[in-house]
Every structure is written in C-alpha cells, then in structure tokens.
C-alpha cells in the first residue's frame, strides 16, 4: 500500500523567513503533485513534477522531486501571510492509465506577521 | 472560481433519505473523480470514471452510488447514509493524461443527521 508522508504537520513561521515542507513516500512513481487548500476551500494546483530531478517555483514556493530517494520538497522562501494554507503532496501511480492520486498528510502552514 | 462546479454547496440530510450530488465540468476532460475529505485530513479517493465508465472504485459502500450520464456531469447518488460519512465531498477532473493536475471543485459540505 502506497504511504505519503509529509512533514511537519504544522508549521508556524514568521514572515520574512525561510521554509521547506518534506514530501515521502513509499512506491515508485515519477508523477508528483502540490496542491494548496485555504480552510473550506477546494484544492489549487501548484505544481506538477513529472521527473527526477524536475524543478519549479512559481513566486516564493519552489517545488523540487528526486525520484531515487522518494522525496520531494516545496520550499517557502521570505514568507508572507497570503501563503497561510494546508499544503499537500499527492503521488500518482497509474493504474491501467487511470490516475489514482494518493495525497499526503497535510502541512498547516501559517504565517505571522 | 474553479471550473469544476459541484452543487449544492451544503447539504444536510437524515439517515433515511435520498439524496444526489453533482459535479460538472466543461473543459473537455475525460476522466472525472470523487472524492471524501474529513476535517483536518487529505482527500480520499471514492471514485473514478474515465470516458463514462467507472474505472476505480475503492471499495466504497454501496450506499454511495455514482452516475457518469455523459463525459461533462458527474453524479453521486446518496441513499441510507451514516453520521461518519459527513464530510467535505470533492469532484475533480482531468485530461486523460498523466501529465496534468486534477482540477478539483469547491466542494459539498454534507452533514448526516
């Protein structure tokens, strides 16, 4: 059975700092996505990472994915309070052609001015 | 505003009564998702339809029924519902490929009474 872990579950930091969220998980799969979710909202699409060793940043946020280790990173850098929000990794493993997205736990992140 | 339109956005329903979901989605994509997502938890797959037929079904009870009537609506039929299965319900869709994000939709917050 496919685990995605991420780590740490919550994250509380100050804004103007630096940050990165970790993203295990236990099967092969070269397809890993980050989705950002504001509280009784729907989940925003960050970033598709479809590689090893694929990179992406959109504003502050830099995804990153090495497949050999199983990890990937979404690094926050010079935080602002927009930025508050659960983020999650979700893994795919195809599945006769059919995407079956296993999300991880879940990081809180949230932003002090 | 996403582009995946769930209605209603509420529901509140007793144990012995029907009821339906829907979902829609007009940017052509073939392959449409349910998901269940409780409070402070990552979404969990219910369902998947590629082309109009159900092609995962993740052991979901049977009191949850989905309907795929053409490859723009989803439904998912309600009926004899527990007080565990109030949740957030998410549908979401995406190009039959493995190389694009899932667009999700805001959402049906039911609650079982």
């Known amino acids: 059975e496919l685990k995605v872990e991420q780590n740490p579950l919550f994250l509380s930091m100050q804004e103007g700092k630096n940050y990165t969220i970790y993203c295990n998980y236990s099967t092969t799969s070269d397809r890993l996505y980050w989705y950002r979710q504001d509280p009784g909202k729907s989940l925003e699409s960050l970033f598709v990472l479809l590689s090893n060793g694929a990179v992406k940043q959109e504003g502050r946020l830099m995804a990153s994915l090495d497949t050999k280790a199983r990890l990937s990173t979404l690094h926050i850098t010079a935080a602002v309070h927009d930025l508050s929000a659960t983020y999650f990794c979700a893994v795919d493993v195809a599945n006769f052609g059919n995407e079956k997205l296993t999300f991880g736990t879940g990081t809180r992140l949230t932003i002090i001015p | 505003d996403t582009e995946v339109t769930q209605t209603p956005k509420h529901l509140v329903m007793g144990m012995t009564n029907k009821k339906s979901l829907k979902c829609e989605q007009h940017?052509?994509?073939?392959?449409m998702y349910w998901y269940k997502q409780k409070a402070k938890k990552p979404p969990e797959l219910m369902f998947v339809y590629s082309y109009e037929k159900l092609s995962i079904n993740e052991s979901v009870p049977s009191r949850f029924s989905p309907e795929c009537p053409n490859s723009s609506l989803l439904n998912l039929h309600l009926h004899a519902l527990q007080p565990e299965d109030s949740a957030l319900y998410l549908c979401a869709s995406s190009l039959l490929s493995l190389r694009q994000p899932q667009h999700f939709g805001d959402g049906t917050r039911l609650s079982i009474l």
């Open positions: 940017m052509g994509h073939r392959a």
